[in-house]
């Protein structure tokens, strides 16, 4: 049994209630942290608003050229970023 700390135990219980926690047991995908990282980590106010922009478009463009590969060496279903 994991032990929490009191101050993490109060982050954890805001993140569950706010509706921010990762669901137990579920890994993150690559596709699926990028989209978190660019839709909550770095967004504005944190950076400015043009690379922001630019920070989306590369993660959507590298995601649709790993996607390719990744379904042409026959896995799918690893890629579902655009269901996210």
Known sequence: ???????????????????T?????R???VAGWLEH??????CPPHIA???HV???VEVVNHLAI??????????PGVWTW???
Do not use: C, H
């Open 1 to 19: 049994m994991v032990r929490l700390q009191p101050s993490e135990l109060l982050r954890t219980s805001f993140k569950r209630e706010s509706g």
């Open 21 to 25: 926690a990762r669901p137990v047991g």
């Open 27 to 29: 890994r993150w995908t």
């Open 37 to 42: 990282w660019i839709g909550n980590i770095a």
């Open 49 to 51: 608003e043009n690379t």
């Open 54 to 56: 630019g920070y989306r």
């Open 66 to 75: 790993l996607e390719t590969w990744y379904m042409a060496s026959g896995m």
């Open 82 to 84: 655009r269901d996210f």
